[in-house]
């Protein structure tokens, strides 16, 4: 398992997918610290949860996705202190 980061910008009108994409990013152990971030723990590689949120999206061809694999030492936060908690915990599973 690793810590992904997961962020977007939908610019089909209506905001449609929404509500599909906020559904399929709760399945995960995840944050959501600020809006269009999330990050999830979990065993899938970015290829794969790029490719599931693709067929989600009503209108991926308009759409902006971007998901990276955290490192352990590579991260800071701000003013997020759940965040930061999150990060820090034990069970956390971190790439080194």
Not at 43 to 58: D, N, Q, Y
Request: no cysteine.
């Amino acid at each position: 398992m690793s810590v992904i980061m997961v962020t977007y910008d939908l610019h089909k009108p209506d905001d449609k997918g929404y509500n599909d994409l906020y559904a399929y990013l709760r399945t995960y152990d995840f944050r959501h610290p600020v809006e269009s971030v999330w990050f999830l723990d979990t065993e899938k590689p970015p290829t794969v949860i790029i490719r599931e949120i693709i067929k989600i999206l009503p209108y991926p061809e308009y759409d902006k996705i971007i998901v990276i694999r955290q490192k352990k030492r590579g991260w800071a936060t701000y003013n997020t202190p759940n965040l930061a908690r999150w990060f820090k915990d034990l069970i956390r599973t971190w790439d080194p």
